[in-house]
Structures are given as C-alpha cells and as structure tokens.
C-alpha cells in the first residue's frame, strides 16, 4: 500500500510502500513559489498513476511471463526490474555463460574427445545426449580450436602448392622453347646474325641507349623487349643486349630473328659466348651452383624442420620467396661482371626479366648520378611493409658478429630490376671483389649471413656508391601485392613484377596482367600453338 506524509514544515512531501521498500519519491516544496492548489493537483496525479506503474512493474517481472505482447508492456518490462533493483534474465545468462566459458579456457582437453564435423552436428550431439553448459562449452573450444588447427595447416599446404608453381615452367612456355629451338635447328632465317653485320659497330656507340637483360625465359624476354621499344620515343636508339644460358640460347635467338623489332637493334648472346667468363676463373659463383647446403636450401624440402608452430603464414611466405632456384644460377649473378662483358660501354639500363617498360627511359641517360655507380629507387620510404619499407634488417642476419660489426640495420636498401648503371664509374671501384667475398663470407657461415639471393650481396657491395632515383622510374611488388593502386601502375615508367606472382603463371593476379600480357606477340604462330596464357 503507497503512503503518502508531509513534514512539519510542509516543505516536503514523501512517498513510500508499507511493505518494505526505501522512500520512492521526496519532493521538496518551496514555500514562497509553491501554491496549495499545485500542490493538490500534483498529489491528485500521483496518486492516479503510481498505482498503475507499480501493477505494470509487477506483472512484467514475474517469471512465468515469457514475452511481452504491447510496447507499454514491453517498456515495463525492460525497465522495472532495473527500477526496482533487480537482474535481467538475459544478463544474468550472459554473465553465466561468460564464466562459463572463462572456466573452459584454462581447462585441458581430453585426449579420447570426440569431435564434431561441423557446427550443426555440434548442436545435435548436444541435443541428443543432453549436454550441460559446461560440456557443451569445452566440446565449442575443442571444435574450434581443431578447425583452426586444419585451416592453418591448408594455409601452409596452399603457400608449398604455391611456390612450387612459382618456381616450376608452366607447359606453354616450356612448348615454346622447345618448339622454337626445333626452328633453330631446321630454319635457316632463324639462325641469322643478330644483330646484320653492318650493325656490329652499334653494339659499343654510346651514343645510343644500352639496355642488358639477363633471362632465360624467352616469353618474358619478348615482352621486356616489346615493351620498351614501344615506350620509347627514339627506338631507333635502342640496343639490347640479351644474355642467356646455353641451354636456351637457340630458343632465344631463333625468337628474336624471326621477330624483330625494327628499328631498335638486338644482340643474343649466351653465357658460353663471353671470352672473359671462359678465360676468367670465377669459383665462387661455381661454388654458389655447386655446394650442398646451398642446392638443398634452395631444393630441398621447405616444410621439414620449418617449425611451423612457431612461425605465422606470412612469415613462412616470405622464406619461400627467397627460396627460388634462379638465385644460385649464373644469369643471376652476372649482373656483378656487367663491367667486364662489356668493356666499350659507359652507361647502361639493367633490366630484370619480369618488368614492363610503359614511359620513354630516355632520360636515365642524361641523369646525372653524381659520380655514383647505380642509380637505383630506395625502398626504405613508404609505409607498405611489404615493397617500400626495406632497410637492412630486413635482409641480413645481425646476430651474426661480422654482419653486426659492418652494418647499420637502419640503413635504406634500394631496388634491382631496373638500375642506370655509370660503367665508367664502376671501373673505379672495388664493387666486384667485395661482392665475391661476401658471398665466400656466407658460403663459410653455412648461409646464416642472409639466405636472400643476390640482393644482400649488392647492398653491401654498392655502399656509398647508390644515387637514389624517383620512385616513379620503378614501380615494385606486383608479383605479390594483390591490392597493388592500379592507378599508381599507370603512372610507374617501369612496373615490376617481383615476387611469386608472375603474369605468365596461373597464380599471376588477374587485373594485373594485362599491364604485362598486351606486348605479348598472340599473332605468333608458336604463341597460339602452344596456348600461352590459356588456362
């Protein structure tokens, strides 16, 4: 029953229950500016509706009632049990199921534990042998922590079947070498001298630009090639100088003979070709093809030994990039003896295999380096900690005491695949010789220096002898950054696709190949035959 008493003083009016409860409501009346006659009609109102909100409050909280049918009632529902002190059902089973679930974190698994498939399956078993919260609790975690468990290990499966594609020779390509080395042998034109006799002496005029690219895949030759002859605004000074191993030299040279680019002027040339390199005895890129620990790192099995607990999907991605074989071949490394092959020339633009030239490169050969040696884009500025975020930290091992003693972690690394190299500047120095005995260095330390390439070599071999270019000359990680700025590729004069993802592979990303695969000749004959690029 409500209670309704005023103070002595009549300036203040209480409201309370008989059954029990604290006061409900105290109002204080001012006596100056509160009349009687408000005073009577607030007391008449009150008394109206307490009754009904106390009646409402009640009804709604009594357990029996499942649901509310109204909004008045739903709204009384809601806020009644809060008004009188009391606990929602639902917060009370939420704070249940928290601990619940809090208490099965910490516990162990049993071992004979038999899981679920699936979700649905979980919620059947449960209804079936009528589980109790804490069981059904323990069997969520086990389920979930076993399909984690198994998505991780496809993560790992999928990184293997991906870098295997990465590093194997897709069929259509592997048809065109084989089919343009039958020509080589059968067909006259295509074993014509390339470059015409008359246009030897192009080879060594620096007055014309010098491009060298060192591949063996003769695909990705023809669009580097392609590429920049078509970019270009003077093609008629282009030379390139194309070196390959001897394996695919016929194919190389019969695709260029029998595909020229007119009026720019090619060179093929095989390892086998180069006096200096037969006469010059090089054992420490024979012992980079030849010793063991090295074949089997690059060979051997990736995932034995791997720790994969101990290591994330993205971290176990980025050893298999450098994992490739093309880092212990030759062709890799003879970027270090561009000096020495070609001893007429003074500036020339190296290009790796899996680049698209888009701008006229012109201009690097009247970019003035400084007196430096390589004009290279530095990938230490930018906030992708994929591409452009590299310092030496990210290539050398400093626990290791020679590396520490000579190299600043911090310090900015640059980019290969597309240099301006000033060869008369390079013949000044000692570049080759310190590249050489840092590899011997590595050869020693059973590769526990770096395990990446021919790049960390390079860092430490052009120290103080890099000339930093505009970024926009070269354009990296297409070959694994799927959400490379498409409009940041239309601008780059030279994208590169560096990484697992090459255009010419099934695993190369579908709205950038066709940056890479418009200079692709698909008029060729032994393109269309051998489906190139078909899935």
């Not at 029953?1 to 001012?30: C, E, H, V, Y």
């Not at 006799?197 to 007055?207: K, M, T, V």
């Not at 330390?445 to 270019?469: C, D, E, Q």
Request: with cysteine.
């Amino acid at each position: 029953m409500m209670q309704l008493s005023f103070s002595p003083s009549m300036r203040s009016l209480t409201i309370s229950s008989s059954n029990g409860f604290a006061d409900l409501m105290k109002i204080k009346i001012a006596a100056r500016h509160f009349s009687y006659r408000t005073l009577f009609h607030a007391i008449l109102i009150l008394a109206f509706l307490l009754p009904f909100v106390f009646i409402l409050t009640a009804v709604v909280t009594l357990e029996s009632v499942p649901n509310c049918s109204s909004s008045l009632g739903c709204l009384g529902r809601r806020w009644g049990p809060s008004f009188l002190g009391r606990v929602d059902a639902s917060e009370r089973l939420v704070r249940d199921l928290y601990m619940i679930l809090n208490d099965v974190n910490t516990a162990a698994i049993p071992n004979n534990l038999q899981l679920p498939d699936s979700f649905s399956q979980l919620v059947l078993e449960m209804k079936n042998n009528q589980y109790d919260a804490r069981t059904f609790a323990l069997m969520l975690r086990a389920t979930m922590e076993k399909f984690e468990r198994e998505v991780r290990e496809s993560k790992f499966a999928e990184l293997m079947n991906k870098h295997f594609a990465a590093t194997s020779i897709p069929k259509g390509i592997h048809c065109l070498s084989l089919r343009l080395t039958d020509e080589y042998s059968s067909n006259v034109h295509a074993r014509v001298q390339l470059p015409s006799p008359e246009l030897l002496p192009l080879l060594s005029d620096n007055s014309y630009h010098h491009f060298i690219l060192s591949t063996d895949n003769v695909l990705a030759a023809s669009v580097v090639v392609a590429s920049a002859v078509q970019s270009s605004l003077k093609p008629e000074k282009i030379v390139f100088h194309v070196i390959t191993d001897k394996k695919t030299y016929s194919a190389m040279h019969s695709w260029f003979a029998l595909n020229p680019v007119s009026p720019a002027i090619i060179e093929v040339k095989g390892i086998h070709q180069f006096d200096w390199l037969m006469k010059e005895n090089i054992p420490v890129l024979e012992a980079v093809e030849n010793n063991r620990g090295v074949r089997t790192y690059y060979h051997g099995n990736h995932i034995a030994g791997a720790k994969l607990d101990d290591t994330t999907p993205r971290m176990f991605a980025s050893k298999l990039q450098w994992k490739s074989p093309k880092y212990i071949s030759l062709l890799n490394h003879l970027r270090i003896y561009i000096p020495e092959l070609f001893p007429n020339l003074d500036k020339v633009v190296f290009l790796d295999d899996d680049v698209v030239i888009q701008r006229d490169l012109s201009p690097l050969w009247e970019l003035d380096l400084g007196g430096k040696v390589n004009g290279a884009v530095e990938t230490c500025r930018g906030e992708d900690d994929w591409v452009m975020s590299k310092h030496f930290k990210n290539y050398f091992n400093f626990s290791n005491p020679l590396i520490a003693k000579h190299l600043d972690p911090d310090e900015c690394a640059w980019a290969y695949g597309m240099n301006i190299f000033d060869l008369r500047a390079w013949r000044k120095t000692d570049i080759r010789d310190i590249y050489e005995y840092w590899l011997k260095e590595n050869l020693k330390s059973n590769m526990t220096m770096w395990k990446l390439g021919t790049l960390p070599p390079a860092l430490i071999a052009f120290r103080g002898h890099i000339h930093p270019i505009d970024p926009s000359w070269h354009m990296l990680g297409l070959g694994y950054q799927i959400k490379t700025d498409v409009e940041s590729v239309n601008k780059a004069a030279v994208i590169h696709y560096n990484g697992q993802s090459k255009p010419w592979l099934q695993i190369g990303f579908d709205h950038l190949r066709p940056f890479w695969s418009k200079y692709v000749n698909h008029s060729n004959d032994f393109v269309r035959s051998c489906r190139i690029l078909e899935s």
